[in-house]
């Protein structure tokens, strides 16, 4: 390793390491990402200022009370909007830090990878007023005093998710070994956001970092992680660095570049929701996805986990994600023809080069909301006093879950107390609701769980409205 740095981990011996030489996944607490996420936390970053646990958060906003006017609080608020410096943004600038005898450094890289939204970003400022904020606010203490719960997080995840992981799936699969080296963050006040950092150190191999972030805690304030949410995580971010770079192999970008494109046009704006801001990031993310529903069926996965994803992919507006991972099946069948995943990768274009016509078809199937009763939709004048809403769907649903999410306002903004159940042979919910006057409120149903009864999500919908 070219740098060090202080942090917390607990050794998780797996099943088998990528090589003999590859090192155990070990998860980490990092002093980097946690004090560059409590910046940007107290800089008023939406996406870093969640209190999931609110006990660490009561514990930021009460020992960096006297630093919240802090130069390095005051940089980032100038430049956060101005370059859009948030979400992976953030966690891409705390994993190219190096932290040596107790001061930050930007590491030189082979090639550079820090993400491209600090590339109009006095960096070597931000570095500076870094090391002085560590300085000052003593932030060592503040991490020595938590190391307890984060050494308590690390000992869950490991037992929870890393116990039956298995890493030799990937060489496996792919018909590869990495030659990267993996890590394991875990953003203990990160906000819940899970993002993957690749780095290019000088004279180092590449490092792949999956930072997930800590989001469910028990009653004591322990860190807790459910197999089902945070595994397909991991599986996930780990895929990215046998996928990406295919794409910029030979000629295929300029081959997948014209139906590709059109492909996005008709989900950019559910894609966008996801920071997903182009159609190469489709592609790959749309590879990987359907790579950890194939580590699913490999590692015999329950067929309702394997079915539950494949929906979730499909409410996440990766409609075709159940043919892609069909076809994924295929690959593994032909291993003689495709020795690794590169050499199938025009199956993949030929793919999409089909699916382009055929995907406004799907859209128009998807199920929609198409009335709320009394009518709140976009009204800034609605009854406070309303107790229950109606939500009638153009489709007859399953009927067998409900997916709603908050808003971008948070759960302070978040009108819906209890879910009632369905109506009308499964054409619409009720949902009881609670609101002050006075108020702006929002919820997000997805096509996670609002499935039509022939087999179609239901078209993400935002309900907005303002009380009078």
Same mark, same amino acid.
């Given at each position: =390793?070219?740098?060090?740095?202080?942090?917390?981990?607990?050794?998780?011996?797996?099943?088998?390491a990528?090589?003999? %030489?590859?090192?155990?996944?070990?998860?980490?607490?990092?002093?980097?990402?946690? !004090?560059?996420?409590? #910046? $940007?936390?107290?800089?008023?970053?939406?996406?870093?200022?969640?209190?999931?646990?609110?006990?660490?958060?009561?514990?930021?906003?009460?020992?960096?009370?006297?630093?919240?006017?802090?130069? @390095?609080?005051?940089? #980032?608020?100038?430049?956060?909007?101005?370059?859009?410096?948030?979400?992976?943004?953030?966690?891409?600038?705390?994993?190219?830090?190096?932290?040596?005898?107790?001061? $930050?450094?930007?590491?030189?890289?082979?090639?550079?990878t820090?993400?491209?939204?600090?590339?109009?970003?006095?960096?070597?400022?931000?570095?500076?007023?870094?090391?002085?904020?560590?300085?000052?606010?003593?932030?060592?203490?503040?991490?020595?005093?938590?190391? %307890?719960?984060?050494?308590?997080? #690390?000992?869950?995840?490991?037992?929870?998710?890393?116990?039956?992981?298995?890493?030799?799936?990937?060489?496996?699969?792919?018909?590869?070994?990495?030659n990267?080296?993996?890590?394991?963050?875990?953003?203990?006040?990160?906000?819940?956001?899970?993002?993957?950092?690749?780095?290019?150190?000088?004279?180092?191999?590449?490092?792949?970092?999956?930072?997930?972030?800590?989001?469910?805690?028990?009653?004591?304030?322990?860190?807790?992680?459910?197999?089902?949410?945070?595994?397909?995580?991991?599986?996930?971010?780990?895929?990215?660095?046998?996928v990406?770079?295919?794409?910029?192999?030979?000629?295929?970008?300029?081959?997948?570049?014209?139906?590709?494109e059109?492909?996005?046009?008709?989900?950019?704006?559910?894609?966008?929701?996801?920071?997903?801001?182009?159609?190469?990031? =489709?592609?790959?993310?749309?590879?990987?996805?359907?790579?950890?529903?194939?580590?699913?069926?490999?590692?015999?996965?329950?067929?309702?986990?394997?079915?539950?994803? !494949?929906?979730?992919?499909?409410g996440?507006?990766?409609?075709?994600?159940?043919?892609?991972?069909?076809?994924?099946?295929?690959?593994?069948?032909?291993?003689?023809?495709?020795? @690794?995943?590169?050499?199938?990768?025009?199956?993949? !274009?030929?793919?999409?080069?089909?699916?382009?016509?055929?995907?406004?078809?799907?859209?128009?199937?998807?199920?929609?909301?198409?009335?709320?009763?009394?009518?709140? =939709?976009?009204k800034?004048?609605?009854?406070?006093?309303?107790?229950?809403?109606?939500?009638? $769907?153009?489709?007859?649903?399953?009927?067998?879950? #409900?997916?709603?999410?908050?808003?971008?306002?948070?759960?302070?903004?978040?009108?819906?107390?209890?879910?009632?159940?369905?109506?009308?042979?499964?054409?619409a919910?009720?949902?009881q609701?609670?609101?002050?006057?006075?108020?702006?409120y929002?919820?997000?149903?997805?096509?996670?769980?609002?499935?039509?009864?022939?087999?179609?999500?239901?078209?993400?919908?935002?309900?907005?409205?303002?009380?009078?």
């Open positions: =390793m070219i740098w060090t740095k202080k942090f917390l981990c607990v050794c998780i011996i797996v099943l088998s990528f090589s003999s %030489a590859q090192e155990q996944l070990m998860p980490e607490v990092d002093e980097r990402v946690e !004090i560059v996420s409590i #910046v $940007f936390r107290l800089a008023g970053a939406e996406e870093y200022s969640q209190d999931y646990n609110k006990k660490y958060a009561e514990d930021i906003n009460a020992y960096f009370e006297p630093y919240k006017n802090a130069e @390095v609080i005051k940089f #980032v608020q100038e430049n956060r909007n101005k370059h859009g410096l948030g979400y992976d943004a953030v966690m891409s600038m705390a994993l190219h830090l190096s932290f040596k005898n107790k001061k $930050f450094s930007f590491t030189k890289e082979k090639e550079s820090l993400e491209k939204r600090w590339e109009k970003v006095e960096v070597k400022k931000f570095v500076s007023l870094l090391n002085k904020f560590y300085k000052n606010s003593d932030f060592q203490k503040f991490f020595d005093n938590h190391s %307890a719960s984060y050494a308590k997080a #690390v000992q869950a995840y490991g037992q929870s998710i890393l116990k039956d992981f298995n890493q030799n799936w990937y060489p496996h699969f792919y018909g590869k070994a990495p990267e080296e993996y890590r394991i963050i875990l953003g203990y006040g990160n906000g819940g956001g899970n993002y993957g950092i690749t780095l290019h150190p000088e004279h180092h191999k590449t490092i792949v970092y999956a930072v997930v972030g800590v989001s469910d805690f028990d009653s004591d304030g322990n860190a807790i992680f459910d197999k089902n949410e945070f595994q397909p995580l991991l599986i996930h971010e780990f895929n990215h660095s046998f990406n770079y295919i794409l910029e192999m030979k000629n295929y970008k300029s081959e997948l570049k014209a139906p590709a059109k492909i996005y046009s008709l989900v950019e704006k559910e894609m966008k929701s996801q920071a997903y801001g182009d159609w190469e990031t =489709m592609i790959n993310e749309s590879l990987v996805r359907a790579a950890v529903i194939r580590y699913m069926i490999d590692n015999h996965y329950p067929q309702s986990t394997i079915d539950e994803e !494949i929906q979730m992919q499909r996440r507006k990766f409609l075709w994600i159940k043919e892609l991972t069909e076809l994924l099946g295929k690959y593994e069948e032909s291993r003689n023809r495709f020795p @690794v995943l590169e050499d199938f990768y025009p199956e993949i !274009i030929a793919f999409y080069k089909n699916l382009e016509p055929k995907l406004q078809g799907i859209i128009d199937n998807q199920p929609k909301v198409v009335s709320v009763s009394p009518d709140i =939709m976009d800034n004048d609605v009854d406070s006093k309303i107790t229950e809403i109606i939500i009638t $769907f153009s489709k007859e649903m399953l009927g067998k879950g #409900v997916s709603i999410n908050l808003g971008e306002s948070g759960k302070e903004h978040f009108p819906l107390k209890k879910f009632e159940g369905y109506l009308n042979n499964n054409t919910i009720k949902i609701t609670e609101m002050k006057p006075d108020t702006e929002e919820f997000v149903l997805t096509g996670n769980k609002f499935i039509s009864k022939d087999g179609y999500p239901l078209q993400r919908t935002s309900i907005k409205f303002k009380t009078k």
